[in-house]
């Protein structure tokens, strides 16, 4: 079985701060979602990643893909306050399952 | 909005019971998936439909059923409910297969009492 780890699993972080979350893997894949969910919300598609070295970017986040080193990193570029939520990265396998990582609690503070 | 919707809301019955949770696409999507959210097991991927037809299976359990009608919408049945099985379920879908991006439904929140 795919296994996904994320970290930090909890951040807080000051407004105007960078930061990076990491998302680990533990086989071959090109495929890597990231998401977003709010507190008592669903989640909210941010980012899918299919490719080696695919970077996408929206706003002060920025994701990228190394299919070698099986890691996403979800970049935070002068954190807001708004940012603050849970993130997580999930990986889809040669089957099509997803498998999700732990996520990342972030809390953005003024 | 997602377009992505789901019932019911919540959900609360009794251990052994039975249930179906309901969730319609947004209007021209043909994949649905199905997704378990527990503070014990997390973010879990259950079942993937596409066009009517089982694409993906997951962690998904015996006692779990799903299907996608020739409309489109799908339905997740649970039986011989179990305490553990109280968790947030999830529907999203997408516009083909799993490699586009999902659009999520608000959940519904099942408790077994």
């Known amino acids: 079985e795919l296994k996904v780890e994320q970290n930090p699993l909890f951040l807080s972080m000051q407004e105007g701060k960078n930061y990076t979350i990491y998302c680990n893997y533990s086989?071959?894949?090109?495929?890597l979602y990231w998401y977003r969910q709010d507190p008592g919300k669903s989640l909210e598609s941010l980012f899918v990643?299919?490719?080696?070295?695919a970077v996408k970017q929206e706003g002060r986040l920025m994701a990228s893909l190394d299919t070698k080193a099986r890691l996403s990193t979800l970049h935070i570029t002068a954190a807001v306050h708004d940012l603050s939520a849970t993130y997580f990265c999930?990986?889809?396998?040669?089957?099509?399952?997803?498998?999700f990582g732990t996520g990342t609690s972030l809390t953005v503070i003024p | 909005d997602s377009g992505v919707t789901q019932t019911p809301k919540h959900l609360i019955t009794a251990t052994g019971q039975r249930v179906t949770l309901r969730c319609s696409p947004r209007?021209?999507?043909?994949?649905v998936y199905w997704y378990q959210q527990s503070l014990d097991q997390g973010l879990q991927f259950l079942i993937q439909?596409?066009?009517?037809?089982?694409?993906a299976k997951g962690n998904i359990l015996e006692r779990f059923s799903a299907q996608q009608f020739p409309d489109l919408h799908s339905e997740l049945n649970l039986s011989s409910l179990e305490l553990g099985d109280s968790a947030l379920y999830f529907c999203?879908?997408?516009?083909?297969?799993?490699?586009?991006?999902?659009?999520f439904g608000p959940g519904t929140r099942l408790t077994v009492l």
């Open positions: 209007s021209g999507d043909l994949s």
């Open positions: 086989t071959t894949s090109d495929r």
């Open positions: 990643l299919l490719s080696n070295g």
């Open positions: 999203a879908s997408s516009a083909g297969q799993a490699y586009n991006e999902q659009f």
């Open positions: 439909y596409y066009n009517g037809e089982e694409r």
């Open positions: 999930a990986v889809m396998d040669t089957g099509n399952q997803f498998y």
